[in-house]
């Protein structure tokens, strides 16, 4: 593998991880409801969990919806509904500033899985696999080269984003400013997979 070939998927990995979508979203809403330490395994879940997606498609399951693409349908708009039903969740969350909390960050286990059904995950790895592969090398160490740029670019994306959700808790002085935030990035997690609802 070059250097050249090596830094492409590194430009690619960073700038799909670090402009806004649904795990950028919820771990900037996190930061502002949680803070850092409660939504560090939310943030390790989608750093590991990503390129293990990346893997998981590289190494079979792209051909598997290839042959049935009802099963890629199906996927796709399970992910849409749990994202709606997230979007709901966030809007309608409160937090220590009003002095109950009726949401939880996501845990390790959930963000990981959270990955199977992001539309724009799959749209990412979908990507990175038919763009950086070829037939002429051995398809095993392509897709962990993949995988492992994924992960070693995942880790700053994700702490930016987390970091800006905590800075903007500062700049909520009450519990009315922080409901019209979740609200608004309510909206904006739904808005985020309109452009998705019509792709293949």
């Not at 979508?21 to 409801?33: A, E, F, Q």
């Not at 879940?45 to 190494?59: D, E, H, K, N, R």
């Not at 994924?150 to 994700?158: G, I, Q, R």
């Not at 987390?162 to 019209?180: E, H, P, T, Y």
Request: net charge positive; glycine share 8%.
């Amino acid at each position: 593998m070059s250097i050249e070939l090596i830094f492409a998927i590194a430009l690619f990995a960073f700038s799909s991880g670090i402009t806004p979508g649904p795990n950028n979203i919820m771990l900037m809403t996190s930061g502002v409801n949680f803070g850092i330490r409660p939504s560090l395994p939310h943030l390790s879940g989608i750093c590991i969990g990503f390129p293990c997606m990346v893997l998981a498609i590289g190494l079979g399951l792209s051909a598997l919806f290839h042959s049935y693409p009802i099963l890629h349908l199906i996927i796709k708009y399970v992910g849409i509904g749990y994202l709606l039903y997230l979007a709901w969740l966030i809007a309608n969350s409160s937090s220590k500033m009003d002095g109950k909390q009726t949401a939880k960050p996501l845990n390790f286990f959930q963000a990981a899985a959270f990955q199977w059904v992001n539309p724009k995950g799959w749209i990412m790895a979908v990507g990175a696999v038919a763009t950086f592969t070829s037939l002429d090398q051995p398809l095993l160490d392509q897709v962990l080269l993949i995988a492992t740029v994924f992960l070693s670019v995942a880790f700053p994306c994700a702490i930016i984003w987390l970091g800006f959700g905590v800075a903007l808790k500062r700049l909520l002085k009450n519990q009315r400013q922080q409901k019209i935030f979740n609200i608004s990035m309510a909206l904006l997690l739904v808005l985020s997979i309109i452009p998705m609802i019509g792709s293949n």
